[in-house]
């Protein structure tokens, strides 16, 4: 695309991003956000959060400190690697890519289900102090995401792919 | 749809894509139910903090959960053919068609340019943003977008007001739509345009979706006059073909719950004799001189 006429049409059928869009790649990004503050929290109380690995029903931390950390380690390494690939995938919903946005609104469904089940069956107490700020971010991505301006902009930044790549 | 003309594995692709979609959204309406009767919960335990929550809970529920409730429903039950009446984005029945125009998009623009209307901003965040501060300072905004109506299951094409008042809450406007080709108004007119012109009176809140909106004077055919007479004033030369009774049935509500009386004539526009960019000269099947009215009046 290096003629300034063959970039319009181009242009044209790339739709605008609506803002349900964009509201929720930003939710998806105060999600992702929330998993850094765990990640600091814990690595900013180290000691206090090794003394709870618990293993066959004993304490780990006071027989082997090395093997508590390197548990602990371990999962919290494992999260961070999960918040990398959800925030590759916000970016792809941010682009229009409509299989990272149905992946996104299943993440977002199983954790609502989830919840909800451990609401009515286990009565769990959803509060501002347990999980109700997870569960809000969670509903609003996936009203966010499920819109109709939403799946209408992944839809067409597909074609105007497709498009652009057959006409390469 | 045009995707039943692609192949049968990709028709079924999309099919499944459709129903997860389908999921979905109606997964997320139901949660959203959920989530106001966390938040009203919650906010019990608290004491000042009632009033913010208060807040939340009104815009959670009249921009999230009421909007997505009505599209689930208004989907199942409200029909997608033309019935005289625009939608809204959240498929309630929004203001009514009043108004049909014949001419090109050049031919439509310099009339209403000429009548002294001012073309709508699209809705974008730096015109909601700005049509809000303008409204609560009362500051003249001429070109305030107004809100998507669909019809043809498409946004309006254009818009075009006048303010009153140098105040953005009361405004004249109109929405117009391309009718799509070979497209007939019931009874077998056929027209370039359809428009619905209303009267916005005051900001309030929406009966259906308590959202702030626009509230539209129910006498929607004195705004549908004022149209045709400023467009006549401006240009002498434009025929007007009033078809009496069109829509005698249609006294309702709109989408804000606003009442709608009117007398159900419906005037077409005929804007082809006019000069304009590309065309030379109007086809001479043009009914009646220029600048009449001609009325078409049912069997009776």
């Known amino acids: 695309m290096t003629a300034p006429g063959s ?67 371990w999962l919290l390494g494992g999260y961070g690697l999960v918040l990398v690939l959800y925030l590759g995938l916000t970016a792809l919903v941010f682009t229009g890519h409509n299989w990272a946005r149905v992946l996104a609104e299943s993440f977002a469904a199983v954790s609502i289900l989830l919840s909800f089940a451990d609401y009515a069956l286990n009565g769990a107490r959803i509060t501002l102090r347990t999980s109700l700020v997870s569960v809000t971010l969670d509903i609003l991505i996936l009203l966010a995401l499920s819109s109709t301006a939403a799946r209408h902009y992944a839809r067409a930044a597909r074609a105007a792919r497709s498009a652009a790549r057959l006409s390469r | 749809m045009s995707d039943t003309a692609q192949a049968p594995s990709a028709r079924r692709r999309v099919s499944v894509g459709a129903a997860l979609d389908g999921f979905f959204f109606v997964l997320a309406g139901l949660s959203s139910v959920w989530l106001a009767v966390l938040l009203a919960s919650e906010s019990l ?8 929550f208060a807040v939340l809970f009104w815009a959670l529920l009249a921009y999230l959960v009421l909007p997505r409730l009505h599209r689930i429903l208004t989907r199942l039950y409200v029909p997608n053919y033309f019935i005289g009446r625009t939608r809204t984005s959240d498929g309630l029945l929004g203001d009514p068609v009043n108004l049909a125009v014949n001419g090109t998009p050049e031919q439509v623009h310099a ?14 965040i730096a015109s909601s ?56 108004l019931p009874g077998g007119h056929r027209v370039d345009w359809v428009a619905a012109a209303t009267f916005d009176r005051a900001v309030g809140l929406s009966l259906f979706t308590l959202q702030i909106t626009h509230k539209i004077d129910e006498h929607t055919d004195v705004e549908r006059d004022h149209v045709v007479a400023s467009i006549r004033q401006a240009q002498p030369q434009a025929r007007v073909v009033l078809i009496r009774d069109f829509a005698t049935g249609y006294h309702s509500r709109n989408g804000g719950g606003d009442t709608i009386q009117t007398d ?5 526009i005929d804007l082809r004799a006019l000069p304009a960019s590309g065309r030379a000269a109007a086809p001479a099947s043009l009914p009646g001189a220029a600048g009449s009215v001609v009325e078409l009046t049912g069997l009776s």
């Open chain 2, 129 to 184: 943003l700005r049509i809000i501060t303008s409204t609560v300072r009362r500051r003249s905004y001429r070109q305030a977008p107004v809100s998507p109506l669909l019809l043809f299951d498409r946004i309006q094409d254009f818009a075009y007001q006048q303010e009153v008042a140098d105040n953005p809450a009361r405004r004249h406007h109109v929405r117009f739509w391309r009718c799509p080709e070979g497209w007939m």
């Open chain 1, 7 to 73: 970039a319009r049409p181009a242009d044209r059928a790339r739709p605008r991003r609506p803002g349900s869009v964009v509201g929720g790649v930003l939710l998806m990004l105060a999600r992702t956000l929330s998993g850094g503050f765990v990640i600091a929290t814990v690595i900013g109380r180290w000691d206090e959060f090794t003394a709870t690995i618990v293993i066959n029903g004993d304490r780990l931390a006071p027989v082997d400190p090395d093997a508590a950390a390197a548990v602990l380690g």
């Open chain 2, 111 to 124: 009339a209403l340019a000429a009548a002294g209307w001012t073309r709508a901003d699209d809705v974008t």
């Open chain 2, 264 to 268: 159900g004539d419906l005037p077409v």
């Open chain 2, 45 to 52: 335990g608290l004491g000042w903090g009632l009033l913010w």
